[in-house]
């Protein structure tokens, strides 16, 4: 079966710009979390949805947001970008919340730079 | 929310040397511990995982962990390690979410 598929693949942007990442869970998971990953801060927990709605969120700022939609497809966008937003964006899936505990699928993730 | 903390950020090994890579965590309930690797150029992968019953783990490609509840710890152990285990390895747990430690590269000198 297709694995978590996220696209693009690399992002390209300048300050002050928006973004939107795309994130396709394995057929059948409903459950899709987002992690930011930058060196020496390993992944930062961005936020969980389930079913379209938001279960958790991570600490960070109103300019990152988040949805999910019916087919379990979701979307991030992060508005106002920032030199510090450069980050490879990951994105996971389960079954559901409670099956990451036999664990996450992640993708490849997005590699956005903001210039 | 729970955190983790990863002690070491880069370890060099030669091969054949034996490998503990730390990590603690802080939360005061019920938690699932896990180990990820992420080899170069590749996904993040579940390396193990620790729910209950026995504290030492074994996993994939010989890792094996240890939970020691009353230190918060679950470090990640190999007994002779291979060119081929140098990724970075990310210590997670999950308390209703899944958060995940700054990680450690590990790097084997063949």
């Known amino acids: 079966k297709a694995g978590v598929t996220q696209t693009p693949r690399y992002l390209i942007k300048t300050r002050g710009q928006q973004v939107t990442l795309s994130c396709s869970p394995i057929?059948?998971?409903?459950?899709v979390s987002w992690y930011q990953q930058t060196p020496g801060q390993g992944l930062q927990f961005l936020f969980e949805y389930f079913s379209e709605t938001q279960r958790n969120k991570g600490n960070f700022p109103g300019r990152f947001s988040g949805r999910q939609f019916s087919n379990s497809r979701s979307e991030m966008n992060v508005s106002t970008l920032e030199l510090g937003d450069s980050a490879l964006y990951l994105c996971a899936s389960s079954y559901r919340p409670d099956t990451a505990n036999y664990g996450y699928t992640f993708g490849s993730g997005t590699r956005l730079t903001v210039v | 929310a729970q955190s983790v903390s990863q002690h070491n950020h880069h370890v060099i090994l030669s091969e054949a040397a034996s490998l503990e890579l730390g990590c603690n965590y802080s939360y005061g309930g019920t938690v699932n511990l896990f180990w990820y690797v992420q080899y170069p150029g590749q996904h993040l992968q579940l390396l193990l995982k620790?729910?209950?019953?026995?504290?030492l783990v074994k996993g994939i490609k010989g890792f094996e962990a240890e939970f020691i509840k009353s230190k918060f710890s679950f470090n990640l152990r190999k007994p002779s390690v291979q060119w081929s285990d140098t990724a970075e390895y990310f210590c997670a747990v999950n308390a209703g979410d899944m958060r995940f430690g700054a990680g450690t590269r590990l790097t084997v000198k063949p």
């Open positions: 620790y729910f209950s019953g026995d504290p």
């Open positions: 057929s059948g998971h409903r459950s």
